[in-house]
């Protein structure tokens, strides 16, 4: 009896684990929807705290489920959930000013998860998020430009720019955030 309970217990592991990372994919998607939600309106992008929980997504899921997490995200907007900043739902989002930082977001979750497992010391994660949030504004910038404004100088200033300070402030939120996650948690980022 006790070998099958061995067996029955060994099989249970791997779905047990399984079911822990759907759920943490599942949290930080919804993170990222809530992030979403607190934002302030500015053309012609929104400031958010979506960028937030977009890092650390990668950083604290790894680079697979950090990105299934920003997928997951992706595809309830597509499917007409309220995820997105403001009020705008569904399919058009995705042709609106905010596209190009929405694809930013799944580059740079599986970006940070992949470069992060190198980090050990704050300054290195500190680079690694920094370059997380890069790849979203330099995303959002190059689609804003090349679909909406036509001119670098103006995208730059509007897309890029507008959002340093905010967006330091968030970054310095997101390294305490994973250091507190990473000493607390037994979740192994895949």
């Known amino acids: 009896m006790k070998n099958g309970e061995g067996i029955i217990r060994s099989l249970d592991s791997p779905i047990s684990e399984g079911l822990d990372q759907i759920r943490n994919i599942a949290i930080f998607a919804a993170l990222t929807a809530i992030g979403a939600k607190v934002y302030i309106p500015h053309e012609p992008v ?19 489920n950090g990105t299934m997490s920003m997928l997951l995200y992706l595809a309830l907007g597509a499917a007409g959930l309220p995820v997105f900043a403001g009020p705008e739902v569904g399919l058009p989002v995705f042709f609106g ?10 580059v740079s979750a599986a970006v940070v998860g992949s470069m992060i497992r190198f980090s ?25 430009n090349q679909v909406f404004i036509h001119n670098w100088q103006l995208s730059l200033t509007q897309g890029f720019f507008i959002f340093s300070v905010w967006d330091l402030v968030k970054l310095g939120a997101a390294v305490a955030a994973y250091r507190i996650w990473q000493s607390t948690s037994r979740v192994t980022p895949s």
């Open 46 to 64: 929104p400031f958010t705290l979506q960028t937030l929980f977009v890092v650390l997504s990668g950083a604290s899921l790894g680079w697979r």
């Open 120 to 144: 050990r010391s704050l300054l290195l994660t500190t680079f690694v998020m920094l370059t997380g949030f890069l790849i979203i504004f330099a995303c959002g910038t190059f689609y804003l």
């Open 97 to 106: 000013t905010t596209a190009g930082y929405l694809f930013g977001f799944v």
